[in-house]
């Protein structure tokens, strides 16, 4: 299971980024993929996921309205669609993955995520 992000960049307040996700060793039937970032001397913070099954989305309130997710089941890629940055959604942003059975309300709660890969640096200058 390899979740390998990609997209991060430097981009000035009110820009636009688009991550990629793109997953290896699994399909993405009953899984649920996303995003969460952390910035230096800050908690972890859920950004925003999609189940491949039942194509529930969650987002954080912070980025509601901003930022959208989707997924490409054939290309086994999650996107997340960044548009007016601000300069506090600077962080690392992971891509997370864990297996979803539609057994809890992602869209209210976020994903618990179980496997992420590598980060992906996102810094938006004011």
């Known amino acids: 299971v390899q979740l390998q992000a990609s997209g991060g960049g430097l981009v000035q307040t009110g820009g636009s980024l688009r991550l990629s996700c793109a997953a290896s060793?699994?399909?993405?039937?009953?899984?649920?993929i996303g995003w969460f970032r952390q910035a230096p001397g800050k908690e972890r913070e859920g950004v925003s996921c999609?189940?491949?099954?039942?194509?529930?989305?969650y987002y954080a309130d912070s980025v509601k309205g901003r930022f959208t997710i989707s997924s490409d089941n054939a290309k086994n890629t999650v996107y997340l669609q960044m548009n007016n940055l601000k300069p506090e959604d600077t962080a690392v942003y992971y891509c997370?993955?864990?297996?979803?059975?539609?057994?809890?309300?992602?869209?209210?709660?976020?994903?618990?995520?179980?496997?992420w890969g590598q980060g992906t640096q996102v810094t938006v200058s004011s």
């Open positions: 999609i189940s491949s099954s039942d194509g529930s989305t």
């Open positions: 997370a993955g864990e297996n979803y059975y539609s057994d809890y309300d992602l869209s209210a709660v976020g994903c618990r995520y179980e496997f």
């Open positions: 060793g699994f399909t993405f039937d009953d899984y649920a």
